[in-house]
Structure formats: C-alpha cells, structure tokens
C-alpha cells in the first residue's frame, strides 16, 4: 500500500523545566520512506528520535508507529530499532555476540539465529568478521555492526542518530551510499538524523528542517532546496542571495514583489506569509545565476561588476556589485567555460530564470 | 467529544505522567544513594552531635549529669597540659602537611611531566605502602629510629658515632618524621592531578613569550595546581592533628599528641563530656587553622601573577 | 637548563621512592633475623619466627576476626559504595553534592574523632562492643574508597549502551545483567579488594570498638609492649605487607581493566 503512514506525531512537545526543546511537532512519516530530520544542534531533532524511540516521554502529545499509540510503551517493547551516534556497541561481546544481542530474547534457536546473524552481517558487509571483538573493529566497522545489530531486529522503524557524524569525509560519502542502497533493500522506514545538509539532501525520500523546537518545512529534498519557505531555512541549505523586496500585492497562493535589478516578480506565496506584511526577502541561489559571456543573450539579465572572486578548483564564486541592491551578490559559475578568467573589476552581465526567484518569509 | 477536547484531555493526561516521571528522576536519584546517605549520618552525623552535645554535660561518677555547662570548654582551655597538647598537636600536623606537600610536589611533578607511558605504574608504586598497614609503617620507624635501631648500629657500625644515640626516637622530631612517612602518598595524589589537567600549551605559550623554565613554572604551573597543592595541605592536616599511633609508639613524653589526651578520657579516665570537648576544640582549631592557610596562600597566588 | 632540571628530578624521584620503601623493607628483614633485637649487624637467617606464628592461638583467632571484618566490611561497602556511586553518575538530583559530599567526609575527619564517637554512641545505646561494632565503623571508613573507585569504574560509561540495550527489546533488569554488571564488573571487584586491605590493616576504630574480640593490628598493638615478641611481630608484620601488596596489585590490574572497557564503550571513533 503506496503512502501508508508509518510514524504519526501529533501535536507532540518536549519540555525541560522552561525550556521547550520541541514544540507542537506534528509529522506524518510514510512507511518504506526514507526520512531526515534535519536541523543546527538544539533544534530538536534527537528529541523527537528519541521520543519515537522510546527513551524519553512527550509533554504533550502523542506518537504512533504503525497505527498503535506508544504512550506508556517503553523502548523495549516499540517495532523500532536505532542505530546510535556512540554506536554503543558493547564492549565486552564480539561482532557475533552484538548482533545477536536482541535475538537472544526472541529464542528463536541456534540456527535460525546463526541464520539470522549471518544475513544481516552480510547485509552491511561484515560477513566472516563474526568473532572480532568490539574493540579491535574500525570506526566504519562499528558502524556497520550497530546497523546489522539493529536491522537483525526487522524493525518496522529504523532510527539512525547521526550515524556518519563520526567518520571521515571520503567514507561517510561511501556510507551515504551505501544506507541509501540498504534502506532500498530491506525496504524499511528510515528516519535520519542528522545537521549535514548534504547527507540529507543526497539520501533522504523527504526531509523536515528544524529549528529552535519547532519543524520549520517537510518537504522532498529538491523541494526543500529550491523552494525554502523561509530564510532561515534557505540559509541551513546552502548560500543564498537575499534581496529586500517590496510587497506588490498577494493573491491567493501567489505573491507580486518588486526590487531593483529583478524588477516585478511573480511567485509562490511562502506558507503562513502575512498578507499584511509590505516589506519580505527574495532569494536566488548563487549557482541559479549565470555569467554571460561577450554578446550573449538571456531573456532575463541584471549587470553589475565584479569586487572580489574565489577560486575553488571545479568553480569560482564572484561576489558582484549591482547598482540599487543594498548588499552584493554571490554569483558561482563553473570553471567550465573559463569562468576563472574573469578579473575582479570587469563589468559582468548576469542571466537568471525567474523560476530560481523564491519569496522568503523572514 | 470533538477530537480538539479529546486531543487536550490526552494531552493532560500526559503531562500528569510526565510529572511523576520528573519526580521519579529525582526520586530515582535519592531512593539509590539513601541507604548510603543513611549509613553515614546514622554512624557519622550522629555520633559526631552525641560527642558535641556530650560536650556541654558533665561526668558524674558512672553517670552523666545533662546540665548545660561550658565547664568542659573551661578546663580543656584552661588547663596548661591540654593547651600543650593541643598546641604541639597543631605545630605538628602543620608541619607535616608542610613537608609533605614540599616533598610532593616535585615527585607528582616528574610523573605528570616526564611520566611518560608509566604514569600508573608510578602512581601505584607511590601508593602501595600507604595503603598497607600504617600501623606497620610506624613501627617500622621504631625499629629504624630506635636505641638498638637500624640507625644507631648503622652509624655505630660507620664509626661515626661511639654509642647509641637517644636523640632519634622519643620525640616531636620523631613524630613529624614517620608522619610525613606515612601520609607523603595521600599528598601526591590531589597534587598530580591538579598538574595533569594543566593545559602545556600554555606552558609553550609562556615559553613562547619569553619565559624561563622557572619563570614559567612560578607563573603558569604553580597558580594553576594551587587548588591540588590547597586541597593536598587539608587532607594531610586535618587527619593528622588527631594522630594517635605515631605519638604513642615514637613519641615518647615529648611527642604526646591531643589524641592521647581523648583516648584517655574516654577509656581510662572515663571522663567523657571532657573528652568530648578536646574533641570538639580539635576539630574546631584545626578547620580554622586549615581555613586560614588556605586563605593565605589564595592571597600569595594572586600575588605571584 | 631544563633537561639539568629533568635529571634532578629523575634522581629525586628515585630517593622519593627509596624513602617510601626503606623503613617498609626492614619489617621482612628483621623477621628472618636470628637475634630478637632489630640491629645491624645481621645476626643469621631463621625462619623460626614464622613456624612459632600458627602456634599461638590468639594470633590465629585475630586472623579469624581479622578475615570476618574485612569480608564483612568489603561486601557492605561496596554494596553501599553501588548504590552511591549509581546514584551519582547517572542521575541528576537536587541534595546529590551534599549526600555525597557526607558520604565522603570519613576520608577527612581524624580516624579518632570517629572511633571516639561512635564509642559513645554503642556504650549509650547499652550494646556490647564486638566484631559487629568493629564491622560498623570499618563500613563507614571503606566507603568513600569503594565510591571513589566505583565512581571512576562507572562515570564515562556511556549510557548509550544500556539505551541500546533496551531498544533491542531487553527489560531493565536484564539491561543491568547482561551489560550493566559485565562492564562495571572489575571495579566492583576493584572496590572489593581495597575496602577489604583497608579494613584488614585498620588499627584505631578496631581498637576502639573491638572489646574482647581483637583484630590483627589490635594483636600485633598489644603485642609491642613485650620486646621479646617483636621478630613475631615483624613476621607477622611480613605476611601482612606481602598480603596486602598482592591484593592491591590485584585490584590494580582489575581497575585498569575496568577503565580499558569503559573507555572502548564510550570510544565514538
């Protein structure tokens, strides 16, 4: 059954003393998906995984799994399984005995549970490394044997709390790969947790950012990306040009704004925006403007002149003055066509489509 | 019921167990460490207000008489054999803590510093004989230090000197020695780790700024291992004024410590609102002895900077 | 200069060490001497003080004591020490410095203010000084060193792993079993052995509270008014020194291990 809802979070908050870590969440995560949290450290992310989890209670609210209310169901007895930022593998059993930690309670027998051990150590790679002990195992091993300890489980849910934070760069670029190809496999939901915005960009089916306790947009990554709802949330994913806009007039689900350079832009009214508000933001990302080179032509131009440019090896990032706008521009353009000619100083001519213009609530 | 009500009532339905949880966080936390809070203030806190209130009372032959009197204080303060021993008890736990912590500190220093790998290894060599029997300890003092001692019939033996010399055992000398003996580890401990939490790039920072070895030690390291060299000086000083082992096996008449005095009047003397008193006059000396040492070198650090 | 300064320091560290252990090697020196006075020179080697040791049956009855108290002492201490150190590093509650801070207090408080005042207390109370008396005060001594090596053995034990534990489908109960009490295990067994040397070592509260029954240091206590009985003393002395030694060393090698696992656990690369 295509988008049947797996986790149900309504209405679900987290206090601590005076201080609100989460704040009225309510979600609807589908089952088979694989779904990010998303967000600064402190922004409530781990708090609501943990709650799915288990290991901490709302102050409000309620969280279901597979259509069963968990209020008052401990960590022992929810379809979930984690995968833990420590990866808290215990240390004094080897890869075997970690994995069939939980089996152990199922009594399944010794050779299903052999069976089953040797399924899932082969499902993350790590067959034939069954008798190492947790403490002579590789960062990226430790990894991979919470996520074969977990996923022995067959948990309707699994919980990763920033699972790649630990590694290096090249093989947490290797794991995301590689969770994406086993999240596909074994067909489980997936929430992830995690600050990187890339991580979740590359893996996740859709992604919710957070900040400050409250989920700030849910949507598909490129979604997210393109189309932010606000500038905060603009800003996590990435650089973005922010121009000051006058409000023209709103109209349902559209918005008219006008700034130097642009001119009149027509464009998606940003969700919960105050038709009352005069004054909002419009963003452009800096690799959706484009340098345009001797006498070509785009159906959409702004010009303006270089003051400084940084070079980063596949492109450079020029940061361009246009007449009327109170702050410059970051303009990134591949080096593809020689971009890393350009001196700082030289008059420049920018196209864009009108498309890559969002309007941001503040 | 609308599902907005029947939404809100859940909601309080949670926020009820969510509290007790609170509480049982806290409740968890004090159920766990009462049995051991207990134990120590039934056999410490309470003991420790019966010898106070004790204090205050008199000795009426086999009985007490529970009037209150200072009485106690008068003669513990008053009698010239109580203020000596309180006295030498105070100079002598002093000077022990002194020279323990003198001794301390460059052997803390070298395993923090030039430890390397062996840092336990040292820690628990240096610990080992303090944590075997003091009472062995001292007596092994009594058999260096006395007439027919290792010391005597080892410098006999030397030709140094002609006759055993009475000099060495049997006095305050003697107490200070073998106590500064036996509590030199309980004074490395506090010390050495004061200096490993010492950050050495502030060591090259002052290197770096133009700083001698010396220079940089007197200004960086010392300043900031003050609080272990304090907290060193207090768990030396205040178990040793109440010293009773030393005194007794090496002391002599001149090295009879205020300990003595208490163990007399609770066993043999059988005078024990007085002995209450020595006890609480002892305690009280010795925090505001330690209280103003602890004063005084907070000022002399905040001097060297 | 400062490598000057490192030299000094090596050879220090060596005196340092010598003047911990001379007086301490004379004990066993003494104890295989012929003569009964502890002088040099030698007189010859004997083993006769330690074959008269099991002959003398109050020494063996305070060796019985002796074992009783420090087992007893060891177990509750340690008991007591768990439920601290617990309490401690794994939750956060209000009045935690000040029952801590009590609970360490013994390290710090004249051996004889304590042994004097629990004294007053058992005779006020018309209860017999005993073995049972001396159990009591040892308890309260050994604490704060059970807490402190049960506090090293459980801090930075990363809570993680009980959590996983519990999201693997395991009860709080079998969480503790099957991964709390493995990992905390050598410094339970770290903490054991130490009370049990301090209370087998412990003279003053002994002392006090023993009565009729003595322990070992009260015997050899006793025994240091009769120069005769001194090489006894020294031999029996010898086999306290090489006892201790060895359970300490004991429980060294158990605490190093205890913090070896811990540290694995809570290892994030």
Wanted: proline share 5%.
């Amino acid at each position: 059954m295509p988008d049947r809802p797996m986790i149900q979070i309504a209405g679900v908050s987290k206090a601590y003393g005076s201080f609100k870590a989460l704040d009225d969440a309510t979600l609807t995560i589908r089952e088979g998906e694989f779904f990010s949290l998303l967000g600064p450290s402190g922004c409530g992310k781990t708090t609501l995984l943990r709650m799915i989890a288990g290991f901490d209670t709302p102050t409000e609210g309620t969280i279901a799994i597979d259509g069963q209310p968990m209020d008052g169901i401990p960590a022992n007895r929810r379809p979930t399984n984690m995968v833990f930022q420590s990866y808290a593998i215990f240390p004094h059993l080897n890869v075997d005995q970690n994995v069939a930690y939980g089996l152990k309670r199922l009594k399944l027998g010794a050779a299903e549970e052999r069976r089953r051990v040797d399924e899932a150590l082969a499902q993350v790679s790590l067959s034939g490394l069954g008798k190492r002990g947790a403490t002579e195992l590789s960062g990226g091993q430790r990894q991979r044997v919470a996520l074969a300890r977990a996923l022995v489980m067959r948990p309707k849910v699994l919980l990763l709390d920033e699972p790649l934070s630990a590694l290096d760069k090249k093989l947490r670029e290797q794991m995301q790969v590689e969770l994406r190809r086993l999240q596909q496999a074994v067909g489980i939901t997936f929430v992830l947790v995690t600050h990187d915005q890339y991580e979740a960009l590359g893996m996740s089916d859709r992604i919710a950012v957070m900040f400050g306790g409250r989920i700030a947009q849910v949507a598909a990554p490129s979604q997210i990306y393109q189309r932010p709802v606000n500038r905060q949330v603009a800003d996590f994913l990435g650089g973005m040009n922010f121009i000051r806009a006058n409000v023209v007039e709103t109209n349902g689900t559209a918005i008219t704004v006008e700034t130097a350079g642009f001119g009149r832009v027509k464009t998606e009214k940003p969700s919960g925006f105050n038709d009352e508000t005069r004054e909002t933001t419009l963003g452009i990302r800096p690799e959706r403007l484009r340098v345009l080179w001797d006498d070509a032509k785009a159906k959409h131009e702004i010009a303006g002149t270089i003051v400084d440019r940084h070079y980063f090896g596949e492109i450079t990032h020029f940061i361009v003055d246009v007449p009327g706008f109170e702050k410059t521009l970051s303009v990134s353009e591949s080096n593809n066509f020689g971009a890393d000619d350009l001196p700082v100083g030289a008059p420049v001519r920018l196209g864009y489509d009108p498309d890559a213009l969002v309007a941001l609530a503040d | 019921m609308t599902a907005a009500a029947e939404r809100s009532g859940a909601a309080s339905a949670h926020r009820i167990r969510r509290g007790t949880l609170l509480r049982s966080e806290q409740a968890q936390g004090i159920a766990l460490i009462s049995p051991t809070f207990l134990y120590a203030l039934i056999l410490l806190v309470a003991p420790v207000l019966v010898v106070i209130a004790h204090s205050f009372w008199t000795q009426d032959f086999l009985t007490i008489d529970r009037t209150f009197t200072l009485e106690q204080y008068r003669i513990a303060l008053t009698e010239p054999i109580y203020r000596d021993l309180l006295a030498r008890s105070l100079y002598i736990s002093l000077t022990v803590s002194i020279l323990t912590v003198f001794l301390a500190y460059p052997i803390a220093y070298y395993i923090s510093f030039h430890g390397g790998a062996h840092k336990s290894l040292w820690l628990f060599v240096i610990t080992i004989p303090f944590w075997t029997s003091y009472l062995l300890r001292v007596m092994s003092w009594k058999v260096i230090l006395g007439y027919n001692g290792v010391l005597n019939s080892g410098l006999m033996g030397l030709g140094i000197i002609d006759e055993p010399s009475t000099s060495f055992l049997y006095n305050t000398n003697a107490v200070i020695i073998t106590l500064t003996h036996a509590w030199a580890a309980f004074a490395v401990l506090p010390i050495f780790v004061s200096l490993e939490k010492v950050d050495r790039t502030l060591l090259e920072a002052a290197k770096d700024l133009g700083d001698g070895p010396i220079r940089s030690f007197l200004r960086v390291t010392l300043p900031l291992t003050l609080p272990g060299v304090i907290s060193a000086l207090l768990i030396v000083m205040i178990p040793t004024v109440g010293d009773y082992v030393t005194p007794k096996l090496v002391g002599g008449k001149d090295g009879v410590m205020i300990a003595t005095a208490i163990e007399t009047q609770f066993k043999r003397g059988a005078n024990w609102p007085l002995g209450a008193a020595l006890s609480v006059i002892t305690m009280t000396v010795v925090t505001v002895m330690a209280a103003s040492i602890v004063f005084v070198i907070r000022q002399a650090g905040r001097r060297v900077r | 200069m400062s490598r000057i300064l490192s030299r000094w320091l090596t050879v220090y560290a060596f005196l340092y060490i010598v003047f911990l252990y001379l007086p301490v090697i004379f004990l066993p020196i003494f104890s295989v001497n012929t003569s009964a006075v502890p002088q040099f020179p030698l007189a010859g080697f004997t083993s006769k003080w330690y074959v008269e040791l099991p002959k003398t049956p109050a020494l063996l009855d305070a060796a019985w004591n002796s074992l009783i108290v420090g087992l007893c002492a060891a177990v509750l201490s340690t008991i007591l020490g768990i439920c601290a150190a617990r309490a401690v590093t794994r939750y956060r509650f209000r009045g935690r410095t000040v029952a801590s801070g009590l609970i360490m207090a013994p390290l710090v408080l004249p051996e004889i203010i304590l042994a004097v005042s629990l004294l007053i207390v058992i005779l006020s109370l018309g209860l017999q000084l005993s073995l049972f008396t001396v159990i009591l005060g040892h308890v309260l001594i050994c604490i704060p060193y059970s807490v402190t090596v049960l506090n090293a053995g459980f801090e930075g034990f990363d809570r993680s792993l009980e959590e996983a534990s519990a999201d693997l489908g395991e009860t709080a109960f079998g969480t503790f079993r099957r991964v709390t009490l493995p990992m905390v295990a050598p410094a339970i067994i770290s903490s054991l052995l130490v009370s049990f040397t301090i209370s087998l070592d412990e003279f003053i509260i002994a002392f006090f509270l023993a009565g009729t029954e003595v322990t070992l240091p009260v015997y050899i206590w006793g025994q240091l008014r009769f120069a005769a009985r001194l090489p006894g003393v020294l031999a029996l002395g010898t086999l306290l020194l090489v006892g201790s030694f060895i359970l300490l060393s004991f429980a060294e090698i158990m605490r190093r291990r205890a913090q070896r696992r811990i540290q694995m656990g809570g290892a994030i690369a």
